[in-house]
């Protein structure tokens, strides 16, 4: 027997399907219902994830809990993956697998980065096409953690309703 690893949010959809599965349709169909309910939440957490990602210091005072990752040897890794061209990406695959596993630790990777690289873990990574999707890697694992934390925290500002306007600006 497989067992495959769910992200936080693919359990999620995985649970939903099967709480509402109508067996009049296709399983296509029954994905595509399940999704259109999470989109607009997921669209969200991602523009709130670009944003965090090009201005970390505007989540220095929340708390997200404490990284059981060694922050500064996954920034470093990171750095180096990224330094100039022709770069070995082995470091940066082994941090998005192993150090992006929890939003402690991805807060905590993207807040430090800065101190290390110099620059945005956005600016890094955004353009670096030699990382194989790196930048849309982490987008999606950080905007489906912190919508998963944000369900118990409806009173940070982070997790709180925008409107489309303020969605479409990045406003967090």
Avoid: H
């Amino acid at each position: 027997m497989v067992n495959k690893q769910y992200t936080a949010g693919e359990a999620l959809n995985e649970i939903r399907l099967r709480m509402i599965y109508d067996s009049s349709k296709t399983l296509n169909e029954n994905k595509k219902i399940v999704n259109e309910q999470n989109t607009d939440d997921l669209l969200y957490f991602e523009t709130a994830a670009k944003s965090i990602m090009k201005n970390p210091t505007q989540i220095k005072n929340i708390n997200f809990g404490n990284p059981t990752a060694n922050v500064k040897a996954a920034t470093k890794a990171i750095k180096n993956s990224v330094e100039g061209i022709g770069t070995d990406f082995r470091g940066l695959d082994y941090v998005l697998k192993n150090g992006f596993n929890n939003v402690s630790n991805s807060m905590s990777i993207i807040k430090n980065y800065p101190n290390i690289g110099g620059e945005s873990l956005f600016d890094a990574l955004n353009g670096e096409w030699f990382a194989g999707g790196s930048m849309t890697k982490i987008v999606n694992t950080v905007a489906e953690q912190l919508m998963e934390w944000c369900k118990t925290k409806q009173n940070i500002n982070i997790c709180k309703p925008k409107s489309e306007d303020e969605l479409k600006y990045g406003k967090i």
